[in-house]
């Protein structure tokens, strides 16, 4: 659903606009004497990413070979032990 504004609400709060187009994909209708002027709406459908997206992306990727994960191994070994955390009885 579009939200009306006035031509000098837009003007006031024109950053704060574009960031709820581009990150909430709102749109707005901008008005002058109550009557429709304008739409700002998102340039681009927005991007959505499931879960079913990464694991057919991670399907895709190379096998890591058989050091890889001997190096990740010996690199989390030589790591120091993190401090107990004081939440912690």
Same mark, same amino acid.
């Given at each position: 659903?579009?939200?009306?504004?006035? *031509? +000098?609400?837009?003007? !006031?709060?024109?950053?704060?606009? $574009?960031?709820?187009?581009?990150? /909430?994909?709102?749109?707005?209708?901008?008005?002058?004497?109550?009557?429709?002027?304008?739409?700002?709406?998102? *340039? +681009?459908?927005?991007? !959505?990413?499931?879960?079913?997206? $990464?694991?057919?992306?991670?399907? /895709?990727?190379?096998?890591?070979?058989?050091?890889?994960?001997?190096?990740?191994?010996?690199?989390?070994?030589?790591?120091?032990?993190?401090?107990?955390?004081?939440?912690?009885?």
């Amino acid at each position: 659903m579009d939200s009306h504004l006035t *031509a +000098t609400e837009a003007a !006031r709060t024109f950053s704060d606009i $574009l960031n709820r187009v581009r990150y /909430r994909g709102e749109t707005f209708v901008v008005e002058r004497g109550g009557e429709p002027i304008c739409r700002i709406t998102p *340039a +681009t459908a927005p991007v !959505r990413f499931t879960g079913k997206d $990464l694991v057919k992306l991670l399907e /895709r990727l190379p096998r890591p070979d058989d050091g890889y994960l001997d190096a990740v191994e010996a690199a989390a070994a030589e790591q120091p032990m993190l401090p107990g955390s004081p939440w912690e009885r």
